[in-house]
């Protein structure tokens, strides 16, 4: 049986102070053309936006006096749902990708992960480069460094570094992004256990 996709509703924009909703005694009032009208009581700012068929909108409730718009409520409302939903598109992470090394990983197989993380890189992904240590290969770190450094260079057209290769565990850790590239200097022994500068 084919599971059903999930129902996402529309975001909900909290409905605005308006009309006879707003109880301050006089607000800053704009004009449906975007004329300042300077401030005048509530009760007549509500008139002028009766007589023109629309709706005076509290804007800037905080502000002092509070700052009211004559709009079409609608309107005003679709415009907001628009902008919304733009966010919310916008503000969606890049996924990030994940490629494995090894310290004694053979030419041709690096030759493939280069490839296949320069496809991810061209695609605008992050990508989380992890080099496992098996056995006693952890007494050789700095072989583990010049592999990540290696790896690094061959994407440099297309990549620079995020942060740099950091030991986690038996695990060396290192985040490739899009933009150009910086460089990854030499490590220092003594900074080898945590982070290479």
Not at 65 to 92: F, H, M
């Amino acid at each position: 049986m084919a599971r059903r996709k999930k129902y996402k509703p529309a975001p909900r924009i909290p409905r605005p102070i308006m009309n006879e909703r707003i109880f301050a005694r006089e607000v800053f009032v704009i004009g449906s053309d975007g004329e300042k009208l300077g401030v005048i009581p509530t009760t007549e700012g509500i008139a002028k936006a009766k007589a023109e068929e629309l709706d005076l909108i509290l804007v800037a409730p905080k502000a002092k006096p509070p700052v009211a718009k004559i709009l079409d409520y609608g309107k005003w409302q679709y415009e907001q749902k628009k902008s919304a939903a733009k966010n919310r598109s916008s503000g969606k992470a890049k996924s990030t990708k994940g490629i494995r090394l090894g310290v004694r990983i053979a030419e041709g197989d690096l030759e493939v992960r280069v490839k296949r993380a320069r496809e991810f890189l061209e695609k605008g992904h992050k990508l989380r480069v992890v080099l496992q240590f098996k056995g006693r290969e952890m007494v050789h770190f700095d072989l583990a460094i010049e592999k990540m450094k290696e790896f690094a260079s061959r994407l440099d057209d297309v990549s620079k570094i995020e942060a740099l290769p950091k030991r986690m565990g038996r695990q060396l850790i290192m985040i490739l992004n899009t933009e150009k590239s910086q460089k990854l200097s030499t490590p220092n022994s003594e900074n080898n256990e945590d982070k290479v500068e």
